[in-house]
């Protein structure tokens, strides 16, 4: 394989496998906060019980999420130095304030929260996860700010002498439009993550009848906040999706399966299969008018297919990278991974109002089958976020800033296919690797479950007559 083909996939492994944890991370912090926050203004112990039960897997899905993040910075300076280089003046202004302020605000607090529950007031404490929570969002604020400019590239000029990007504007940046519907659809989907892994994990034990107060009331808490947060990201995606039709085209097309441009109404296909060599639809499922009603909220509208698309980006960017260029995205996985993605986000929407009905009425302890698959839905929203990152990244081709910088541009000229190859094995080695001993320290956690230090204290009272508590 070419040294950017594996270059290529050291990226996605990195991005996917990191994205396993920065949106759990986030969305835990935001659960415990609310736990911690109905300890507070309710004065009910199991409330605190929860944010701390809880507050130990954040802590350990936010250490991961650090470990892969630096992983992937690595393999940014290792194989990506040139396009390092083009976006440098750009990105650093953005990455130094994610580091200095927000990272640094959320790991902060983060140590407050953990070692302060005995040494500051209940309020007090209370402030430090907020804080935590807003640092994660201003952290992945910044991230995304530099990952809108890749997607819709503003506020700078192209210097020639030097053959980089310079930020001339950095108010622009920051008012990117892609960055305000990027933003808030990503930050949804994160509390979204938090939220049912802990309604999924409750209803897991729940399931097997174990603390059964205890993970009924986190399954509430976790089903109300991921309902809430599940709607507002499929609202913001919806938004997003209606804005690639005139930015970004052929992302659009490819997502919806679209070769040759469509009638009017379109109708939209709920499965396909694609011929990506004779670049047609062979085989499709359509629904008539749907797509007219996705993508322009009415009953008529036609769509431009990827053939005419192909057409345009030709007419428009030949003089700049030639004849030659190849503007067809991979049709297969954006068809499918939109698909899964807005089928897991209604899903979920649906799973969260059935759930939280049947818990009203007391009804949901006898109904096994649902808890058992609201404990499934647990690892659910990691498919979705995967899916999305597939179609956000993987829809830019053949660009890393779209229109401006190519992929092919943007590989480091000195790094070895032998070199990559060895980084590649080393990298799935250590993801594996930390994946395995996450998911053994939260089954852990899981099995011992939320009072565990407490029945440890009366073992070990029971087992020393002396000891201070036996008195």
Known sequence: ????????????????????????????????????????????EIYKDMAKFWGHIFLLSFAVGVVTGIIQEFQFGMNWSAYSRFVGDIFGAPLAIEALLAFFLESTFIGLWSFGWTKFSKKLHLVFIWLVVIGSTLSAFWILLANSFMQHPVGYSFNSVTGRAELNDFLAVIKNPQLWLEFPHVIFAAFLTGAFVVAGLSAWKLFKKKDVEFFTRSLRVGLVLGGIAAILTVAVGDLQTKALIEEQPMKFAAAEGIYENTDDPASWSAVALFDT??????????????????GNHSLSGSFKGMNQVNKELHEKYDSKFGKDMNYYVPTNVL???????????????????????????????????????????????FIANT?????????????????????????????????????????????????????????????????????????????????????
């Not at 994205?19 to 609310?34: K, N, Q, T």
């Not at 060599?277 to 996705?294: D, G, H, R």
């Open 277 to 294: 060599k004779e670049k047609e639809t062979k085989f499709s499922v359509e629904i008539p008018y749907m797509l007219s009603i996705l």
């Open 335 to 381: 068809f499918w991974s939109f698909r899964i993605m807005a089928g897991f986000g209604t899903a979920l929407i649906a799973l969260a109002i059935l759930d939280l009905f049947l818990l009203k009425k007391g009804w949901l302890m006898k109904q096994r089958w649902l808890l058992w698959v609201t404990g499934v839905c647990t690892f659910v929203p």
């Open 387 to 471: 899916s999305g990152w597939l179609i956000t990244e993987m829809g830019r081709y053949p660009w890393t800033v779209y229109g401006v910088f190519t992929v092919a541009d943007s590989v480091s000229p000195n790094v070895t296919a032998n070199q990559m190859l060895f980084t590649n094995i080393v990298f799935f080695l250590l993801f594996a690797s930390l994946g395995a001993v996450l998911v053994y320290l939260i089954r852990k956690e899981m099995n011992k479950g939320p009072y565990h230090e407490e029945q440890e204290i009366k073992e070990n009272v029971a087992l020393d007559p002396f000891s201070k508590e036996a008195f």
């Open 1 to 44: 394989m070419s040294v950017l083909t594996l270059a290529r996939f050291q990226f996605a492994m990195t991005t996917i496998f990191h994205y396993f944890f920065v949106p759990l991370s986030i969305g835990l912090a935001l659960v415990v906060a609310v736990m911690e926050t109905l300890y507070v203004v309710k004065k009910k």
